[in-house]
């Protein structure tokens, strides 16, 4: 199995930027992705964007595109999530989680135990 850390999240006034890291251990896989996803009150769990960790390519939802950027440190097994111009939509418990990478698509299988981010007007 694969245990996640989520750490850096914390109250931001709107506008204001947050940065998130993800912290990986356990066994490894050959091909694997790892994604950000965020789940507000009475809401369902959405997905915020992913990364391949072999070539480190990128994935975005519309609704933070232009504002998140998803990066990786393959020597600290680590994935962060730096976000900008929040606005209070934005407000949730964020999740990392890991799984494997099926050509384009990613199976899940990892998941940490959130960070709450609070954006404030």
């Known amino acids: 199995q694969v245990q996640l850390v989520e750490s850096g999240g914390g109250l931001v006034q709107a506008g204001g930027s947050l940065r998130l890291s993800c912290a990986a251990s356990?066994?490894?896989?050959?091909?694997?992705?790892m994604g950000w996803f965020r789940q507000a009150p009475g809401k369902e769990r959405e997905s915020v964007g992913a990364?391949?960790?072999?070539?480190?390519?990128?994935q975005y939802a519309d609704s933070v595109k232009g504002r998140f950027t998803i990066t990786r440190d393959v020597a600290k097994n680590t994935m962060y999530l730096e976000m900008n111009d929040l606005r209070l939509e934005d407000t949730a418990v964020y999740y990392c989680?890991?799984?494997?990478?099926?050509?384009?698509?990613?199976?899940?299988?990892?998941w940490g135990q959130g960070t709450q981010v609070t954006v404030s007007s």
């Open positions: 989680a890991r799984g494997r990478l099926y050509g384009l698509q990613v199976e899940y299988e990892d």
């Open positions: 356990g066994r490894p896989f050959s091909s694997y992705a």
């Open positions: 990364i391949t960790w072999g070539n480190g390519r990128t």
